[in-house]
């Protein structure tokens, strides 16, 4: 029996107003904070991946925002590492 994981998008729109496409790969939340590790594209070895934090929420929307400090970005990697045994997060 194959079994598919159905896919989750969530739009995201950078500091430039540029709509983006992501899909969540995983989440999890960390020292009361929710996270999402998300790609670029739905599939794919090359695909770029993104950390994003949750800053606020309510019923109908949630805002979240790219992790760019290096400490709070290596904890919530490695628990995403651990958390999917058969991806490879590489650092650039």
């Known amino acids: 029996m194959d079994e598919k994981k159905e896919s989750r998008s969530i ?3 950078t500091d430039e107003g540029v709509e983006l496409d992501l899909f969540v790969v995983a989440d999890t939340k960390l020292n009361g904070k929710n996270y999402l590790l998300v790609t670029d594209t739905e599939d794919g070895d090359e695909a770029n991946a993104y950390i994003l ?3 606020a929420s ?3 929307e949630v805002a979240y925002d790219l992790v ?3 400490k709070e970005l290596l904890a919530v990697g490695e628990v995403f590492n651990e958390l999917l045994d058969d991806v490879d997060i590489i650092e650039e």
Request: hydrophobic share 15%; proline share 0%; charged share 65%.
């Open 58 to 60: 309510d019923s109908k």
């Open 53 to 55: 934090k949750e800053l």
């Open 11 to 13: 739009k995201f729109t």
């Open 68 to 70: 760019d400090d290096d």
